[in-house]
Nanobody, 126 residues
Framework: QVQLVESGGGLVQAGGSLTLSCRFSGSTFRRYAMGWFRQAPGKEREFVAADKPSGGSTHYADAVKGRFTISRDNTKNTQYLRMNGLKPEDTAIYYC???????????????????WGQGTQVTVSS
């Protein structure tokens, strides 16, 4: 059974940076597409970023493009989300997700992912 554990969230001032980590276990990490989603208070969960299995493409929501970078280390079974230039509107619970049968056209869709982590809180103060 695949398990995902996020870490790295916290409180940061506007303009600051954080790196979130998502540790994957229970299957072959390099075969999975990995995504990050977030849910702000009172809002629906939304897509943030995703990448295809090793050597594949990366995808970003317009709101984070140019500020966030998704990457992975297959030797550590870990996915990362580097967040620079954080804004108060980035405040949310961030979730990582994994999918083994994703295609590019569905990579931004929550229901395309098979497994989810518990989430990590990111709070950006103004």
């Amino acid at each position: 059974q695949v398990q995902l554990v996020e870490s790295g969230g916290g409180l940061v001032q506007a303009g600051g940076s954080l790196t979130l980590s998502c540790r994957f276990s229970g299957s072959t990490f390099r075969r999975y597409a990995m995504g990050w989603f977030r849910q702000a208070p009172g809002k629906e969960r939304e897509f943030v970023a995703a990448d295809k299995p090793s050597g594949g493409s990366t995808h970003y929501a317009d709101a984070v493009k140019g500020r966030f970078t998704i990457s992975r280390d297959n030797t550590k079974n870990t996915q990362y989300l580097r967040m620079n230039g954080l804004k108060p509107e980035d405040t949310a619970i961030y979730y990582c997700a994994a999918g083994s049968r994703l295609i590019t056209s569905s990579i931004r869709l929550q229901n395309a992912y098979d497994y989810w982590g518990q989430g990590t809180q990111v709070t950006v103060s103004s």
